[in-house]
């Protein structure tokens, strides 16, 4: 009975073990995904030449790809149009504007 009542706890300890160790490793990927878009996040690219731009930047794309694409005076026009539409974005978000 004693033996019996031992080699179960120990068969139910392995499988605790076994049962706990496949959820870390879950929630190891998933966080490191979760790193990774967080980096991705914090640093943009340019969707034209893959160059690093702010992430301040209102647009998804250089200065030089953009007066490329678009021209000096159109880029202007869109750099100030997607300003605008971000600080009421901001403003509709309340205090969660980021803190640049
Ligand atoms: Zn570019």
């Keep these: 009975m004693d033996i ?11 499988e605790k073990k076994d049962k706990n160790t496949i959820p ?3 929630l190891y990927k998933v966080i490191l995904l ?3 878009i967080l980096k991705e996040a914090e640093m ?9 731009i702010s992430n301040d930047s209102v647009i998804d794309f250089c200065e030089r790809c953009g ?4 021209g000096e005076k159109m880029l202007g026009a ?3 149009n997607m300003k605008e ?3 009421r ?5 309340g205090a969660s504007a980021s803190p640049h």
């Design 4 to 14: 019996i009542s031992i080699e179960d706890t120990r068969r139910k300890r392995k």
């Design 85 to 87: 539409a971000q600080q």
């Design 44 to 52: 943009k690219k340019c969707i034209y030449c893959k160059c690093d």
């Design 24 to 26: 870390y490793i879950k």
């Design 67 to 70: 007066k490329g694409v678009f």
């Design 78 to 80: 869109i750099v100030e």
């Design 34 to 36: 979760d790193y990774l």
């Design 89 to 93: 974005g901001d403003l509709d978000q």
